[in-house]
Structures are given as C-alpha cells and as structure tokens.
C-alpha cells in the first residue's frame, strides 16, 4: 500500500540518522513511516534541517494534527518531500498546563491555519506564530472542545431561533 | 379634444402597453433562456407559464417596502422613479410607425440621446442612499460604465444622423425603404450594439449589478414595489434600445407585406432576443476590461465610422464603397479583439 | 501641484452570505476602489465538530461523519477513513469492492469538478447556463449513485473491510448509456467556456501562485498541479487498485485560474477513461471482507491519505484500542488550499477575488468540519 518498501524505508532512516546525529532525536519506524521525537525547544531548527537538506527535502508538511493523550500533548507533524517522495513524522510532546510549542509556519506557511485550529481546539499557544486567533470557533470562545476533559456537549446553550 | 386630454390619452396608452410588453418580455427571457439551459422554464403558472411574470409582479406588489435603518431617505426612495422616468421619456418620440408616435421631434434622435442619459442619476442615487457598500460599488461602476459607453453610441447615431442628415426618426426610417442601414454602417450597427449592452448592463457588461460580485449592485438593498421599478425600467430600456436599433439600423417599420407596427415590433424583438441569448451565454468582463474596451477599440472605431460615413458625404461614394468598407472594418476589428482582448493580463 | 484627493481604503465584507463565497465563507477585503489592498478570510461558521464527534461514535459510525465532511465527494471521503481504519487493523478488502470503490470516487470526481465547473461558470458571470449544463451531467451521476446506495449524496456506502452492497445488477447498463452521455456533456461544457474569449480574459493570470509557493502553502490537488507540480496521489503514493489502471495526470503551466480549470476538465476525461477501464476488468466475487462485529483496531496510529477531487485528503486515526477513535485529524484539502488565499488575491480585483475563489473550488463543509 506504501509507497516506501521497506528497504527504501530503511535507507530513509539510514539518512535520517545521519542527518540528525546530535539533535538527539529518537528514530523509529511502526507502520512503515520514519518517526523521529524531538524536544520542542529544537523542532524548529529540525523541521528547517529537514527541509533544507538536499538528501531529504521535506518541503510539504501534509498534516499537523494535535493529540491529547490525557497526561501530555503531543504534536504530530506528517512531512512528505515532493522531490524524493518520502514520507515521515515529527512529534513532539508538550505538557498539559503550560502547553507551549514554537511555531512552524517559518519553514512552512501552510502550518497557518493546522496551528491556529490546535491553538484554539487545545489550547496549546504556538510562539513565534504571526497571527494566532480562534480560527473555527466562535469569537469569544476560551474553551478548548478536543481536550480529553472537554465534555462531549454544546459549547453554549441553545438560543431562541437555533433551528 | 383637448390637449391635455391627447397627451394623457397617449402617454397612458404607451404606459400600458410598455408593462405588458415588459411581463411578456419577462416571460420570454426565462423562457428563452431556459430552453438555452436545457430546460423548460416556468410551466406551472397558466399555459406554459404565460402568468408567471403577472403572479410576480403581484408578488412585488404586496411585498413589504423595505428601506434600511440608515439608508438616505429620500435618495432611497425616489431613486426608482428617476430611473424609469427617464427611460420611459425615450418613448414620447419612438415611432412604431408613420402616425403611430406620442410626438415626433425633429430633434428625435438627440432628445433619446439626452434624456436616456439621466437615469444614471437614479442609480447613483440608489447606490448612495442604501448605504450599504455593494451598492456604493455598483452604483460607481454604473457611473464609470455609462460615460464609458455613452460616447460611441452617440458616436455610432452621429453616423446615422450625418447621413441621414437628419435627427428625426421618421425621416430617418424612411430613407431605409430600400436599404436598411445596417447594410450601410455595419460597423454603426456592431458599435451600437455593443455600447447598448453596456448601457443596458446586460451581459457581458452588467458589472455594475453583477449577481456573483456586488450581488445585485444599487438594487441590493430594495425590495416590493421599488425593486420592481427597477426591474420594469431595465426592461423599458431593453425595448428602448432595441426599438431605437430596430428604427435606426433596421429600417423600422418599412418592409413589406405586414402592417408597418407590426415589422417594427417584430424587428424589435429580434433584436432583443439577440440581446438575450447573449446574456444566457457569455460570461462577464472586468470593470478594468471593460474600460479598456470602450477606450481603446469602440471609440476609436466609433471615429473611423464617423470618418467613413464623412467621407462618403463629402466625395459622394456610391452606396456599395462604403457598405464594404465599414464591413471590412467591422470584420478587422472583430478579429483583432478576437485576437487581443482588452484588460491587462498581469 | 500636491495631490488634491486623499483616498482612503474601503472594508467590504463579503460573505458569509454572498452568493458566490460557495457556502459559509467569509473573508474582508480591504479595497482601494476596486483593488483588493488586503484580504483577511474568516471561517468556522460551518464548524459541526466532526473531529469531536467521531471520538464519541464508533468506528463504523464514523463513516456518517465523514459523508458530511466534503459534501460533494462522499465517497472519496469514505475511501479515506475506511482505508485509515482497514490499515489500522489490518484488513485485506476483497479485490471486487476496490473496484466498486474506485468506479464510485472517480464517479464522484465527475460529480465534482462538474460542480466546480457550474459554480466556477456562474462565477464568471454566466447567467446560469454553464450551472445548468453542469447539474444536467451531475444529475445523472448522482442518479447513478443512488442506484448503488440508495442515495444521492450522503451515502454511507463504504464499510471498513469492503463496500455495504454489490452493485445493482443493471449497473452495467446504466453505465453502458451514462458514460458517452457524459463524456459529452465534458465537451459540451469546455466547449461552452473553455473558449470563450472573455472567460479566458477574466480567468488567464488570475490567482496565480508558482510551484515553490504552491508546496509551501501545502496546496494539494488540481490547485497544485496547476502550478506545474505533477503530484497525484493515485501516482506517486498507489493506492486500492489504481495502479491497474491507465491514466495520465495532467499538469498546468501558469498556475492560474484558467489552468486550474484546464485541468479539472481534463481529470474528468480521465476519470471516465478509468471508470470504464475499470468496469471491464471488474473480478467477480465476495464485497465484504470478514471483519469482527465490533471494530476495535490495536492500539497504534496511521496516516492515510487519498487523492479527493479537491486534493490531497489525509485522516489522521489514533487507536488506543477501544471501540471508538481515540483521535481522528481530518486535513482537508480545501482547507489548506484556502490557506493560500492571501497569496492569490495579491494585487486582483473585486471581481477577480470571485474567480479565484471559484477556481480553488473549495467546500465549507469540509474547511470547517
């Protein structure tokens, strides 16, 4: 189904490993992607490495999702490089209170809206982000909906003239 | 009988049969442009839907009168009347035939030119007193439009009227019994048309009331009876301009077999099916194309018109020199917008 | 002589209720005349928290959901969960309902960009006639569909493991006749505006955006290969049975609105070309592979993406072993596509705005979720 066998995966990771040697970062592959941790303090000169280096090139973040695995948050960034066709992702773990993350819309602008909607949906404040206002919800709403802790209701009560 | 009595007669009599040429006009468009979509059109109301544009305007008759919170007063409400007063002043002089006119001016033709050109002020108005911004928008592309396209349809009647030497509308339908004008000045005619489109708004140049961009423009914010002013104006002014086409291109009522009125108005409505199939096909130039276009091709050409027509008064052609040449010009100038046209491509 | 008249910008809002914002879009332009200075987009006044529900429904139940994502490609929707959810837990899908599923999305694809083309139309200001020859197309598509599923537009058809039903016998037949019907009206429909000098003047060098930017913005679909960029998932990342089948990806130069409608064009002439190849290969056999009454996947994570007609449609889907989703991301292709807009709308017009938003094809239902 994957585009990567597993031999090309493996060289993947080879090149990964190598790229990234001192940026203490945890390579490992289920499912058959490249997965690599990293603290938040680094993932921007990562994500930046990961892009500018010519033997890697993952110029396209596919996706950036926000997970709350109910005693920390982990962001998962799916990159993919347009040129060589890899795939791989980026996750950092974030703490509940004091959710801080830097931001990656420097290296790739489309990480725009995918942080503005974690931000607002978690809670999580990106810094460095030009612009970090509610994208979904509505305006005045401090609550954070995909929080494990968010109760599973409307977020205000029905007013007279909702249908 | 007195004359007040004549002249209320007539001009009620022209009042009425405008409205119901206007709801069959209607009931044509949907109709016509239906059966372009593939479909049928109204069919529910009456005979193939003959009442649909009747129940509609019973509908706008009864509606609420709807005036925003802080719309001007009174550039709000009268707007719609000095849009239609205007356009309906255009037919104190439209002769549908010999007798059959309110009043035959000798100055016809430069009293349309001058009395259509006011019902901008009317849609100025509009677009100012709704206060609201799309139609502010609307009204200003109204207002840029019109003085855009008003100089080469002055221009393209001052070819007429040169030849005609003449500006009165009985006159000039009269000198076509043999040859219409059209076959004279087709690049007249082109130049006509093409202005009258803009000046009607209708597609490809109905920028200002463009439903996908200002959403209806200066008549954004009416509703009722005033919305259907301006909707009975922009019909008056389609039959308005198509009569005027038909009269002074066409050769008006002066063909035979048929009664004199009835040519007319069958030449008449040609026209404005033409307009109206070009509405159901084209999309909608830019309002910076649209500039590009009334500067830099029809004004100029409008000039080569006047200059052939000139020259074939001054050097009394024969009738064929100058027919062709305005052909070939209309035929070089269609190409050459073909191949390049207006608007900036950035 | 200084300058005598001070101009000041002007704010418009347009949308959410306007016309041609194609739904629930809202985005306040900051006009000089009729110059667009700035445009900033507001969205979210469709947000249902499909992300939130799914994690309270469970797996099959989900699929629900996700018909009402992209509105107008269910079923390419429901590929891509279900897919996530079969990758999760391992499951073969048997090789006759790959096929069903693929004749259906690229069905859908049809649907889609015929609608794209009617609302791109009507954007440019024909008065409803590109819109009706488009729906006349789509409404036998959709009339198709119905036949399979029993509805025209919110399916719920595919199932994790395979597809809810077989085909209906007579689906050869329909198809026999819906396929020449369409691939006419393809034509009749390019030839109505792809020609057209004044859509051609209104749509060339609108809206464009050059490759480096495009992969920048994680663009995705038509709107990236537009720019050049031949990137197509059912390509370059092979999924169900595409790679049976023979189909060329088309690619635009300028990366404006004229090429990103070229190439919707062409991608419905080549998804026809793949429905019909399809269909003379289908295998027979069993629709549904054996899955457990109640889905519950291992505990892990995938990424599934799938190319929508809108683009690249990712579904992130964490499993933490129970019955229900732990967490399911939805990257919607309209949603990172419209990200770009900005970008586009650089130094266009009041009307050229309409086009490119036209021309991006964007659906509220799945930017906002």
């Known amino acids: 189904m994957t585009a990567l066998g597993p031999k090309e995966d493996n060289s993947l990771a080879v090149l990964l490993g190598q790229t990234l040697e001192g940026v203490a970062a945890v390579i490992e592959q289920p499912q058959g992607e490249a997965v690599v941790t990293v603290e938040p303090e680094k993932l921007v000169s990562l994500c930046r490495r990961l892009k500018e280096d010519p033997g890697l090139g993952f110029d396209y973040l596919r996706c950036l999702s926000a997970v709350d695995y109910g005693d920390h948050f982990q962001l998962v960034y799916h990159l993919y490089s347009m040129a060589y066709g890899h795939k791989m992702v980026v996750k950092v773990n974030i703490p509940l209170e004091d959710a801080v993350a830097p931001s990656v819309t420097a290296v790739w602008r489309g990480a725009d809206w995918h942080e503005r909607e974690a931000a607002e949906m978690f809670g999580i404040t990106f810094t460095g982000h030009p612009h970090l206002v509610p994208l979904l919800l509505e305006e005045g709403c401090d609550e954070h909906p995909l929080c494990k802790s968010h109760p599973m209701v409307a977020l205000r009560p029905p007013r007279n003239g909702d249908s | ?346 | 002589m200084q300058r005598q008249l001070d101009t000041v910008d002007m704010t418009l809002n347009m949308g959410p209720q306007h016309p041609s914002t194609h739904g629930v879009f809202r985005m306040v332009l900051t006009v000089d005349g009729e110059r667009i200075v700035a445009v900033e987009p507001y969205i979210g006044y469709l947000h249902r928290g499909i992300e939130k529900l799914s994690e309270t429904l469970n797996y099959r139940q989900v699929i629900t959901l996700m018909d009402r994502a992209d509105y107008l490609a269910n079923f390419n929707n429901e590929l891509t969960y279900v897919m996530a959810v079969e990758k999760l837990m391992r499951i073969e899908v048997p090789e006759r309902a790959e096929y069903i599923r693929v004749i259906l999305c690229e069905l859908n694809r049809i649907a889609s960009h015929l609608m794209f083309y009617g609302a791109m139309g009507s954007d440019a200001g024909v008065f409803g006639t590109a819109f009706m020859y488009a729906f006349q197309a789509r409404e036998k598509i959709v009339a198709a569909f119905e036949s399979v599923s029993g509805a025209r537009m919110m399916h719920n058809f595919f199932r994790v493991g395979g597809v809810r039903d077989d085909l209906p016998r007579d689906f050869g037949p329909i198809m026999a006749r819906l396929i020449p019907q369409l691939r006419q009206s393809i034509e009749d429909c390019h030839n109505l505006l792809g020609h057209n000098e004044v859509f051609i003047a209104r749509s060339k060098g609108i809206g464009t955006i050059g490759p480096q930017e495009a992969i920048d913005y994680g663009l995705s679909g038509p709107a990236l290969r537009a720019c050049g960029v031949a990137e197509d998932l059912r390509r370059s990342d092979p999924y169900s049975i595409y790679p049976k089948l023979d189909f060329r990806i088309p690619v635009g130069k300028d990366g404006d609105c004229y090429d990103r409608y070229l190439l919707r064009v062409e991608e419905m002439r080549q998804s026809l070309y793949m429905v019909e190849q399809a269909l003379e290969i289908i295998p027979p056999g069993p629709v549904m592979a054996q899955v457990p009454k109640v889905l519950k996947p291992p505990p892990g994570e995938v990424y599934v993406r799938t190319e929508n007609p809108r683009g690249d449609l990712g579904i992130y889907l964490v499993s933490q072993g129970g019955d229900k989703p732990y967490r399911v991301k939805v990257r919607a292709p309209s949603f990172c596509n419209l990200m770009a807009l900005e970008h586009l709308l650089r130094d266009c017009y009041i009307a050229d705005c309409v086009m490119v938003l036209g021309s991006l094809d964007i659906v509220l239902g799945e930017v906002d979720r």
């Open chain 2, 1 to 346: 009988m007195p004359w007040y009595v004549d002249i209320t007669a007539r001009v009620g009599a022209m009042l009425i049969f405008l409205i119901l040429t206007v709801l069959a006009l209607v009931w044509l468009e949907r109709k016509f442009a239906g059966r372009i979509q593939m479909r049928l059109g109204p069919m529910r109301t009456g005979y193939q839907g003959l009442l649909q544009s009747l129940a509609d305007a019973v509908k706008l008759l009864l509606k609420e009168d709807l005036r925003p919170a802080n719309a001007d007063r009174w550039a709000f409400q009268m707007a719609p009347f000095v849009v239609f007063v205007p356009i309906f002043l255009i037919f104190v002089t439209i002769p549908f035939s010999r007798e059959l006119v309110i009043r035959n001016l000798d100055m016809g033709l430069f009293y349309i030119i001058a009395v259509s050109g006011l019902s901008i002020v009317g849609i100025v108005m509009a677009g100012w007193g709704s206060d609201n911004k799309y139609a502010l928008l609307g009204a200003v592309r109204s207002a840029a439009q019109m003085i855009s396209y008003e100089l080469p349809l002055v221009l393209a009647l001052l070819g007429i009227a040169m030849q005609a030497s003449s500006l009165n509308l009985v006159t000039i339908v009269e000198q076509q019994r043999f040859l219409p004008n059209l076959f004279m000045q087709p690049l007249g005619f082109t130049l006509f048309m093409v202005a009258a489109l803009a000046e009607l708004h209708r597609s490809p140049f109905d920028i200002p009331v463009a439903e996908s961009e200002v959403v209806g423009g200066p008549f954004i914010e009416y509703s009722g009876i005033r919305w259907g002013i301006f909707y009975l104006s922009e019909y008056v002014n389609l039959v308005a301009v198509a009569a005027l086409a038909s009269l002074v291109f066409l050769g008006g009522w002066e063909w035979p077999l048929l009664p004199p009125a009835a040519w007319f108005l069958v030449k008449t409505f040609a026209l404005i099916m033409v307009i109206m199939w070009v509405r159901a096909t084209l999309p909608r130039l830019r309002i910076d194309q649209l500039m590009d276009f009334a500067w830099k091709i029809l004004l100029p050409l409008a000039f080569v018109n006047i200059f052939i027509v000139g020259l074939y008064r001054l050097y009394q052609w024969p009738t064929w020199t100058v027919s062709l040449i305005s052909l070939a010009m209309a035929i070089v100038a269609a190409a050459t917008v073909y191949h390049f046209p207006g608007g900036e491509r950035r």
